[in-house]
């Protein structure tokens, strides 16, 4: 069974005032249906520019792929026409769970006129592929019924996001609506059009924590019950541990380590894990931090980027960068000098 | 037994709220009647999901906030209502480190300058005394003089809270109150940063008021925690009592909800429903009855007080 999503060594970075950032260092990643992937890193090392890349919503201006693919069902979402990929994959297989789910929302719109927009234009039930013929989005036609499935619809799905009283919450405006609601409603316009594949952004970041255990719960259930796949990009390792299959972490834009979540926890292999592991506060008020910054993108350092701040670190790592060498069948590392289990 | 440094009466800070016409039609409890106790060199957690009222009870001892009833009282002072000249002593030994450090600090200021400001404010030393004290304190932070130079968005997170926290140890504090002093800041720094607390405060003698969501970070830092829940403490213990056997159903289920790394996964049977009710329209009787699994007519008619149990205390009819 080939891989849903598949990222092949992709490369990317920003032209900026100061130079080309090289924010993507040959990243690469796979993701079967049903299955979650936690994307875990520390902030700025690029898991929300991977998942914008694999979205495509990259700036035009100042990005840049300098090399890689990003395969979707077997075929490269960068090579295909963007036409095509606007109107069958972007929004519509492939879906997206922002972060804030306080500025995601239109102000100004009741929530229930904002998902019905969306599916105005992505519903699965649309038979032709609309913006084949360009109207004007207030001629263009939305049949009633169509529009009444559509609705059965919503109503079904803030069933099973478990929001309760469904119509009043649609004639509601989203400042009337908690954090918790409002990110249970994105989850629901998500999985709307029918996705093969879910990006959530750091969905519970900005919710508290008995909030953040049933949305995380409810992600886990709906991607296991209607067989979606999910790419959760996530800083926060208990986030991952509870729902994902398995883990990719990242540093300062390169993938340093893969593995299924609980080898992942039991036996860390990169230098750059076990020490992040470790900055967790533990119970007995013990936590060691990681000595040193994290590198300056415009100038990154050869080789493997966390060289600097590894005790391990030897002239073959300062010059190029380690291959992929797997430990256990679906535990890779990209390390000269892991930590192994004593055999 | 020592006498408390800092202790809050029965405070309650009460915000408006205005309808049409500007008419009063309502007022969000934010501080409802708390009450505690703190030693001088303890470490006191407050804990609580956000709109618990927690940085209300904190800018409100600053004198940030006016309480509509309590007391504040400071070494044996009484200061929610002093007058300004008065409180400017007072403010001297009590400090606030804010939430967001890079919000707090001037963007158009150098490091230096916003190093300075408060010892002109609060002392006479001429520029030669301030800057010798400048860099024994930056020493202490883990900064190097250098940053003195640069403005505020040239320097990390992690660094910027060290500035924070800088700026207010030249004043040699004897309280201070941190507002969420880890947030935003990633696992690795967050490490650093919190042994950095705890060494100051061996170093300068100082007591922390510690707020935060976060309770793998109030595990690791305090001696005693208060768990709030819409603007009323519900739980007060030791840190061990409150994490080891918690008695209130709302310190349970904020337990419940951390993910512990090798453990069961709690999403599986999460057992909490629900979102906090509405400040501005709370339930009758115990705030929390209308998410607990244990309510009865008892909870909607009477509010529990906080009454002790063998160790701590906590505001519920049926404790467990």
Known sequence: ?343 | MTSAILSVRDLKVHFAVHGPFNRRIGSIKAVDGVSFELMPGEVLGIVGESGCGKSTLGKTIMGIHQPDSGEIWFESQRIDQLASPARRAVRRSLQYAYQDPGASLDPRWKIGSSLHEPLVIHSALDRVAREARIGSILEAVGLPETHLDLYPHEISGGQQRRVGLARILTLHPQVVILDEPTSGLDVSVQATVLALFRDLRAKFHLTYVLISHDLAVIRTMCSRVAVMYLGRIVETGPTDTIFGRPRHPYTRSLLAAIPRIGGARVTKDFWLQGEPPDAANLPSGCRFRTRCPKATDLCAREEPVLSPLQHGSAACHFPD
């Open chain 1, 1 to 343: 069974m080939t891989a849903l999503l598949s990222v092949e060594e992709l490369s990317l970075g920003f032209n900026t005032a100061a130079g080309f950032a090289s924010v993507l260092d040959r990243v690469s990643l796979s993701l079967e249906r049903g299955r979650v992937l936690g994307l875990v890193g520390e902030s700025g090392c690029g898991k929300t520019t991977l998942a914008r890349a694999i979205l495509g919503v990259l700036p035009r201006e100042t990005a840049r792929i300098t090399g890689g693919r990003v395969l979707f069902r077997g075929r490269d979402l960068l090579m295909a026409d963007q036409a095509v990929v606007n109107q069958t994959v972007r929004g519509r297989a492939i879906t997206f769970v922002p972060q804030d789910p306080f500025t995601s929302f239109n102000p100004v719109f009741t929530v229930g006129e904002q998902i019905m927009e969306i599916l105005k234009w992505k519903s699965p039930r649309a038979a032709t592929p609309p913006g084949r013929r360009w109207l004007p989005p207030l001629v263009a036609p939305y049949p009633a019924e169509r529009r009444r499935a559509d609705f059965g619809a919503v109503l079904e799905l803030l069933d099973a996001v478990q929001l309760p009283r469904p119509r009043q919450l649609l004639a509601k405006y989203p400042h009337e609506l908690s954090g918790g609601q409002r990110q249970r409603l994105m989850i629901a316009m998500a999985l709307l059009p029918g996705p093969d594949l879910v990006i959530a952004d750091e969905p519970t970041t900005a919710l508290d924590v008995t909030i953040q255990a049933q949305i995380l719960g409810l992600i886990r259930r709906l991607a296991s019950e209607r067989n979606v796949a999910v790419l959760l990009t996530t800083h926060d390792l208990g986030a991952a541990y509870e729902i994902c299959d398995a883990i990719n972490v990242m540093y300062a834009g390169q993938d340093v380590e893969s593995a299924p979540v609980d080898r992942f926890f039991a036996h860390p292999a990169h230098p750059y894990t076990t020490k992040l592991l470790a900055s967790l506060p533990r119970e007995d008020g013990t936590a060691s931090g990681i000595p040193g910054e994290v590198p300056v993108l415009l100038a990154p350092p050869g080789g493997c980027r966390f060289h600097p701040r590894c005790e391990r670190a030897d002239p073959a790592c300062r010059q190029t960068r380690p291959p992929v060498e797997a430990i256990e069948p679906g535990h890779w590392v990209r390390c000269f000098h892991p930590h192994r289990e004593p055999a």
